[in-house]
């Protein structure tokens, strides 16, 4: 029944921006913490943000001065702007849901910084 759908992605330019939006159904998502996710070609998938339900983010150190990340209850949205990109970001970006203690997973969205 949880549905994450991702949109977004695309190619951009180093020192370009995207921002990324996860449209959430299925559960109460005003109530349940939710992030960012991003698995690069040939690596380990690794977190990039959370947000709880109260609105407290974490970011990883490589994206916290560049990344943010946000939400909006009224549209059940999860937003990621990413600002000043570089080909490290390359990756396949999915949103995550923390239902009840369970992860969620979308089915990603693919960002590629290239000039």
């Known amino acids: 029944q949880v549905q994450l759908v991702e949109s977004g992605g695309g190619l951009v330019q180093p020192g370009g921006s995207l921002r990324l939006s996860c449209a959430a159904s299925?559960?109460?998502?005003?109530?349940?913490?939710m992030g960012w996710y991003r698995q690069a070609p040939g690596k380990e998938r690794e977190l990039v943000a959370r947000?709880?339900?109260?609105?407290?983010?974490d970011y990883v150190g490589s994206v916290e001065d560049r990344f943010t990340i946000s939400r909006d209850n009224a549209k059940n949205t999860e937003y990621l702007q990413m600002n000043s990109l570089k080909p490290e970001d390359t990756a396949v970006y999915y949103c995550?849901?923390?239902?009840?203690?369970?992860?969620?997973w979308g089915q990603g969205t693919l960002v590629t910084v290239s000039p």
């Open positions: 995550n849901a923390r239902v009840w203690g369970r992860n969620y």
């Open positions: 299925g559960f109460i998502f005003s109530t349940q913490a």
């Open positions: 947000i709880s339900y109260g609105g407290s983010t």
